[in-house]
């Protein structure tokens, strides 16, 4: 799936972050992209093994969670990076600061 599709996708489906009512993890240190951390917020709250991720309008795919840790890894810090499954069920974001957040659709 190219960049653009992922992002049209995420452009109608992914909600507002509501950035106050949600609970941040610290997922970045100074050795770059905590795994573990990540990866537990993506196990928590995006229930799909492949997930879209994007970073902004240019960069985005479709991939496995543990290919989309590595690409956020990749690519923290160049915009805020969502992640979702193809159903967008559950959410997860990265802010630019290094701090993480995930939800589910409560739909």
């Not at 905590?34 to 537990?40: D, H």
């Not at 974001?93 to 659709?105: D, F, K, S």
Request: charged share 25%; with cysteine; net charge neutral.
């Amino acid at each position: 799936m190219n960049a653009r599709r992922v992002h049209e996708l995420m452009r109608q489906n992914f909600p507002p972050t509501d950035a106050a009512s949600r609970e941040w993890i610290h997922v970045v240190g100074p050795e770059g992209i905590r795994e573990p951390e990540l990866m537990c917020l993506l196990d928590k709250f995006v229930p799909a093994e492949c997930v879209l991720v994007e970073v902004h309008r240019k960069l985005g795919n479709y991939v496995t969670k543990r290919e989309a840790i590595k690409y956020a890894a990749a690519h923290w810090g160049e915009g805020e990076i969502h992640i979702a499954d193809r159903d967008f069920r559950g959410f997860v974001v990265i802010g630019q600061n290094g701090v993480a957040t995930g939800w589910l659709n409560n739909n």
